[in-house]
């Protein structure tokens, strides 16, 4: 097991014999600042921090996502208090060098899962171990899906909140929608008013467990609209990926190869459509959730062209990987990149980095769902049982700056658009999140833009034992986290206070939601309709 790595600077080698029987008694227990490797047990490690509630961040380039500036930031007590040249301060002060640097909010990753109980297992990366992974990556907040308990958004509510008492950094909730009565209606106004919770998610997959069909989709669109709360839906066609599935075992294809062969492109496409078009029957915002084919975005773009108000998110799989390796013969290695949808063969990934670039995709997340080898294993012999989920968290930071900055397709400043500020933007908590300004908060990032970096299962900070990324080398690394004041990831060292994650409140009526009266008074207008007609 390893040790803090500040105990094993303050300590003499004999007095680790002592460690467990002495350091706990005399450290209280709300400060604790860890190693997260160290606390990923039952077990953790209560070592005083030595941190500043004043920190200045001096000589480094400053970037939103509407302009960059050189800087200073000045930070107290987790919030940003000063955004200018030259700024003074006292001997009480932590001064941090960023010269030559880039200073960034941190990145908001609007699509996780975390401890999520999903096809008879559960995710291996729980609150504290996924956040603290994605910390060490630049990502300083995350919104995770609350699945319901027996169709219960209450139920699902509470445990969620159960499951993320050990968080270490700051996170909002989505909640999924997988049946529909007067109690899911009402439990919708409840997470909406009282909880915080802004967006509901549809799937449109997995038939038999969360799948919904048309007459729930467009009650659940109806009932957000009214709320103002965003409907989001994970798009494929759940009836014809069954049928593929079962074409697919009839032809002897049971590896991990059937998985993409069962749920082609054409089928995120027609749902996509679908989705999109009830959505503007309805007349009321859609984000579609993990964008992996050509089909879908251009699904999206059409929408986004005729002016509707449709949000595509990609994730960072299907960004920069393809679908070759499920063909590897290795079934352990092939499993690891099972994900629904699936990642896409060669070509689909160079357009979704394209549309984002050009603003026809508007944001990036990972739709983290991390199982290890031996839950992936469940499904040897049929694929349809390996557990859906790849890894991403710690690296989407990484990966963005090297495919989409680094090689010149995108700025730095649309760089902070796309991992941080718009999903703040869309969820209703921008500037306090997503943004380097005055009275924000403190959640910030280092990034060297000639440093590099190398993601290795070996090194990095999950429970899981692959990754999908493994060997990936690129330019441009997060050398300092600080998330809500705290330094927690410096000099390749991570340090985090299990707890100290602060649940993040999102109130509804986004931008997207402006307007939305007046096209509707519009459309009734233009009815002409009913029209008086003689009964004799």
Known sequence: MEFCHRVQLLIPLVYVIALFSTIFAVVSASNEFCDATFVYGDSGCNIPPSVSSKILIKGGTVVNAHH???ADVYIEDGIIVAVQPNIKVGDDTRVIDATGKFVMPGG????THLAMEFMGSETIDDFFSGQAAALAGGTTMHIDFVIPVNGSLSAGY???VEKAKRSCMDYGFHMAITKWDETVSEDMEIMVKEKGINSFKFFLAYKGSFMVNDELLMEGLKKCK????LAMVHAENGDAVFEGQKRMIELGITGPEGHALSRPPVLE?????RAIRLAGFVNTPLYVVHVMSIDAMEEIARARKSGQRVIGEPVVSGLVLNDSVLWDPDFHFAARYVMSPPIRAPGHGTALQGALATGLLQLVGTDHCTFNSTQKALGIGDFRKIPNGVNGMEERMHLVWDTMVASGQISVTDYVRITSTECARIFNIYPRKGAVLLGSDADIIILNPNSSFEISSKSHHY???TNVYEGWRG???VEVTIAGGRIVWENDELKVVPGA????EMPPFSYLFDGIDKADAKYLSSLRAPVKRSTT
């Open 226 to 229: 009214s709320l103002g709360a």
């Open 158 to 160: 509470k445990a969620y």
């Open 463 to 465: 429970r899981t034992d």
């Open 68 to 70: 960059k500036e050189a």
């Open 475 to 477: 330019k441009g690394k």
């Open 269 to 273: 496409g027609e749902a996509t459509a």
């Open 108 to 111: 908001i990753d609007p699509h």
């Open 501 to 504: 994650g602060k649940y993040i």
